[in-house]
């Protein structure tokens, strides 16, 4: 809608330039959750093809595998696994042509320190080029008490506000378990935990919005993974019930709170249609890429069984380098994590949106 942005990293006010164009376009753009250069590469890869921005986030254990599993110290291999992720992405993102938002996903309050760490690796990146390396990172203590959930928002957003970083934070839960946060003992229709209360993203908005910009994970049913139908109702009218009520309260213009939907895999293609009506710009994807990856692999390990078996053929000499190289099979899980985000691209609405030029 007449911006124009420098293609590569985006943060501070040019995050919410692009989150703003989402929101005012209708449509959103996917959040995927990588893990290692393969994953990275792959989203970069489907963003470009669809000429849409992306984001690129990790989880905590998705950050320690980028360093690698064999690290003795999980809390050091979790920040600087994250911290190679990020660099990577700098280093290659304008290359792809497309905006990139660098996100981290769930953390909750045994991994504060792990968002405190990153945050400071951040100011250090301000100080030497006046962004940071992040673009935002989220905090979830959804699980904990409310009062504690928007003062600990508030103590990190104090610091990261500055440097033009954003916070998303979460308020009710998402049902299920990714990456050690949040558990499959809450997923049950009509569990109101699974349910955020508009007077809760009130609060939130009236403590946070003064200090910088956040980003609200609102809970409406929603939960991570894959779950047999009938486990999960979703109800997106409560997104528009929270607009509306900060709205009326804060004399602001519409759809005031910048969503986030989390556990979107699986969901039904029109109840996404009607969250991003109400204001989501952000919709996580993990488990559906997750699976895309690991059909293509097993597709091509079945395919080529011997290879897998022998170096050369017992029976008739064939060398088999070619096919076990680990580039030919990963590289076709890369093709078809693109493939499965071309579907994600399609969904949201951002294909050609681009905002990079
Ligand atoms: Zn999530």
Redesign the pocket.
Known sequence: MGHSLKPGVVTGDDYKTLLTAAKEGGYALPAVNAVGTNSVNAVLEAAAKNRSDVIVQFSNSGGQFFAGKSLEDGFEAKVLGSVSAARHIHLLAEKYGICVVIHT??ANKALIPWVEALVGYSEEHYEKTGSPLFSSHMLDLSAEEIDFNLSESERLLKRMAPIGMSLEIELGV?GGE?DGVGSDDDIGADNPKLYTQPEDCLRAYQLLSPIGHFSL?ASFGNV?GVYKPGNVKLRPEILKNSQDLVKETCGTGDKPLDLVF??GSGSDKAKIAEALSYGVFKM?IDTDTQFAVSKAVGAYVEENSKAFKYQIDPDDGTPYKKKYDPRAWMRAGEQSMVERLDEAFQDLGSVGKTLAS
Do not use: I, K, R, W
């Open positions: 996903d769930h998402t990714e994970a991570h989390h556990g996580n």
